[in-house]
Nanobody
């Protein structure tokens, strides 16, 4: 069993900053990649940022404003700056995890944390 727990969401004014964090725990052999996705009301879930083996990927809409980092093998953070109302969404943490050396890599998700950007 693998669990992802996010923290750090909330209400912030336009132009403000927030930092999201996610910790993965449970039966973990290895984590090859971690990332953040978001889903706004009425829209599909989309990639925000992803990090694996030192390579980072960002959605065009957040480049230059958001920074993803991985402080430890099981922890990923998303520093969000210059937030806009269109960044409002539920943010989900994702991890690609092998639970044993021979198991296939599986995608695991957190429960989501709400980020609201509004004045």
């Amino acid at each position: 069993q693998v669990q992802l727990v996010e923290s750090g969401g909330g209400l912030v004014q336009p132009g403000g900053s927030l930092r999201l964090s996610c910790v993965t725990s449970g039966s973990i052999f290895s984590i090859s990649g971690m990332g953040w996705y978001r889903q706004a009301p009425g829209k599909q879930r989309e990639l925000v940022a992803r990090i694996m083996t030192g390579t980072t990927t960002y959605a065009d809409s957040v480049k230059g404003r958001f920074t993803i980092s991985r402080a430890d093998y099981n922890t990923v953070s998303l520093q969000m700056a210059s937030l806009k109302p269109e960044d409002t969404a539920v943010y989900y943490c994702n991890a690609a995890v092998k639970t044993t050396p021979s198991s296939p890599r599986g995608d695991y998700w957190g429960q989501g944390t709400q980020v609201t950007v509004s004045s």
